[in-house]
């Protein structure tokens, strides 16, 4: 049996080379949904996902790469997605920004904070149920200058529900930092605690490990205890808000952490094994049939 090192690592690796891959493979014009990359944020995703059950809920947003693959959605239908072919996620209607698997649970919604509330209404299906599933929302900083935010919070607070909020704060909206969107300096925490949320904060040194080792005690917690949890993620990306073109240097990478946690054998047999998958189901997904006029509409119910 794999260890929580190795698993940690593995889908790391394969949401960093998967993202990469599409980097390459964007130039040949043949996904022309718009995407957006996740490259240097994969620890937060890994971390919170990493000891969920199979029936806990993922909520992500139009940066939906990294908690799609972290949940255990399929690379094969995530492909196709891109691709905008028959078998994708959504039978390749809606592309990259509104990836989902419902065998593990994984949605992800594109509008700015819009994941929210749905990610609370679930939280309150599941208490009304009893079931003992919890919720994780991602969302990024600007989300929390949304309203649906406030009442959100707000709501998950009064009925006490058992969904973990958790903000990757990168300090940008599109291209325009926080110095730029707000008048003052803003501590995210404190809109955490104003709606008697507790709150926690990772640090941006904070590796893989020790940020899935945090989830986990607040995933137990927020089970047993049936109450919500906000977490704010420190966290940069390598690439521009939405394509592949431009690139930064990141100053630490959390990949490059990670990695230091296994030897050269294990990490190149992982390495092997992750690029015949990516290779398998890009072919095929470049390789698959379009839906045909006559699909338009189907999943129209009005």
């Given at each position: 049996?794999?260890?929580?090192?190795?698993?940690?690592?593995?889908?790391?690796?394969?949401?960093?080379?998967?993202?990469?891959?599409?980097?390459?493979?964007?130039?040949?014009?043949?996904?022309?949904?718009?995407?957006?990359?996740?490259?240097?944020?994969?620890?937060?995703?890994?971390?919170?996902?990493?000891?969920?059950?199979?029936?806990?809920?993922?909520?992500?947003?139009?940066?939906?790469?990294?908690?799609?693959?972290?949940?255990?959605?399929?690379?094969?239908?995530?492909?196709?997605?891109?691709?905008?072919?028959?078998?994708?996620?959504?039978?390749?209607?809606?592309?990259?920004?509104?990836?989902?698997?419902?065998?593990?649970?994984?949605?992800?919604?594109?509008?700015?904070?819009?994941?929210?509330?749905?990610?609370?209404?679930?939280?309150?299906?599941?208490?009304?149920?009893?079931?003992?599933?919890i919720v994780v929302c991602f969302f990024g900083d600007a989300a929390v200058e949304e309203g649906?935010?406030?009442?959100?919070?707000?709501?998950?607070?009064?009925?006490?529900?058992?969904?973990?909020?958790?903000?990757?704060?990168?300090?940008?909206?599109?291209?325009?930092?926080?110095?730029?969107?707000?008048?003052?300096?803003?501590?995210?925490?404190?809109?955490?605690?104003?709606?008697?949320?507790?709150?926690?904060?990772?640090?941006?040194?904070?590796?893989?490990?020790?940020?899935?080792?945090?989830?986990?005690?607040?995933?137990?917690?927020?089970?047993?205890?049936?109450?919500?949890?906000?977490?704010?993620?420190?966290?940069?990306?390598s690439h521009q808000h939405c394509g592949v073109d431009r690139e930064f240097k990141l100053e630490?990478?959390?990949?490059?952490?990670?990695?230091?946690?296994?030897?050269?054998?294990?990490?190149?047999?992982?390495?092997?094994?992750?690029?015949?998958?990516?290779?398998?189901?890009?072919?095929?997904?470049?390789?698959?049939?379009?839906?045909?006029?006559?699909?338009?509409?189907?999943?129209?119910?009005?």
């Open positions: 049996m794999e260890s929580d090192v190795e698993k940690i690592l593995y889908s790391m690796l394969l949401i960093r080379r998967v993202e990469e891959e599409i980097v390459q493979r964007y130039k040949k014009q043949q996904m022309r949904c718009p995407v957006h990359l996740s490259i240097g944020q994969e620890a937060v995703s890994v971390g919170g996902c990493h000891h969920l059950r199979k029936e806990d809920s993922v909520f992500s947003t139009h940066r939906s790469h990294a908690a799609y693959l972290a949940k255990g959605g399929s690379l094969e239908k995530m492909a196709l997605e891109l691709h905008g072919k028959i078998g994708g996620c959504c039978d390749g209607r809606v592309g990259s920004m509104s990836l989902m698997d419902k065998n593990v649970n994984v949605l992800s919604i594109p509008i700015v904070a819009s994941a929210i509330p749905l990610a609370v209404g679930v939280a309150l299906a599941n208490k009304m149920d009893g079931n003992g599933n649906v935010f406030h009442e959100s919070a707000n709501f998950a607070s009064l009925m006490q529900l058992p969904i973990i909020f958790v903000c990757e704060d990168n300090s940008y909206s599109v291209d325009t930092h926080i110095s730029k969107r707000q008048p003052h300096s803003r501590n995210i925490e404190n809109l955490g605690m104003m709606h008697g949320i507790s709150v926690h904060t990772f640090r941006w040194e904070d590796n893989v490990f020790e940020i899935a080792l945090q989830f986990k005690s607040a995933i137990e917690i927020c089970r047993k205890r049936c109450m919500p949890i906000f977490y704010v993620a420190p966290t940069k990306r630490t990478d959390p990949l490059d952490l990670a990695m230091q946690h296994t030897n050269e054998d294990e990490l190149e047999y992982m390495e092997q094994s992750i690029r015949d998958k990516i290779n398998k189901a890009f072919d095929a997904a470049e390789a698959a049939p379009l839906p045909t006029p006559d699909m338009a509409s189907k999943y129209v119910y009005a």
